[in-house]
Nanobody, 114 residues
Framework: QVQLVESGGGLVQPGGSLTLSCAAS????????MSWYRQAPGKERELVAQ????????NYPDSVKGRFTISRDNAKNTVYLQMNSLKPDDTAVYYC???????WGQGTQVTVSS
């Protein structure tokens, strides 16, 4: 069965960096796009990054463009989210998702605070 397992969340100071990982299994990873979402308390879940199957195409909302980078290692069935210049507004639970499906990871908490 499809499994998505996130890791790498934690507490970081404003301006700091963090890299999230999502290990995928149960499907042919390299042939699917992958995405990262986040949900802050009291807010709707929002897309923060998406990457194509081969990894050549990425897209980001303006809120994270230039600060977040999504990448993937198809040999390791893993997608990453490198987050730089973190702000308190980036505090949320971050989820890995296979687009156009209902497959989500369990989420990993990212807290940006001094």
């Amino acid at each position: 069965q499809v499994q998505l397992v996130e890791s790498g969340g934690g507490l970081v100071q404003p301006g700091g960096s963090l890299t999230l990982s999502c290990a995928a299994s149960g499907f042919t990873f390299s042939t699917y796009p992958m995405s990262w979402y986040r949900q802050a308390p009291g807010k709707e879940r929002e897309l923060v990054a998406q990457i194509s199957g081969p990894g050549g195409n990425t897209n980001y909302p303006d809120s994270v463009k230039g600060r977040f980078t999504i990448s993937r290692d198809n040999a390791k069935n893993t997608v990453y989210l490198q987050m730089n210049s973190l702000k308190p507004d980036d505090t949320a639970v971050y989820y890995c998702k296979r687009p156009y499906s209902d497959y989500w990871g369990q989420g990993t908490q990212v807290t940006v605070s001094s």
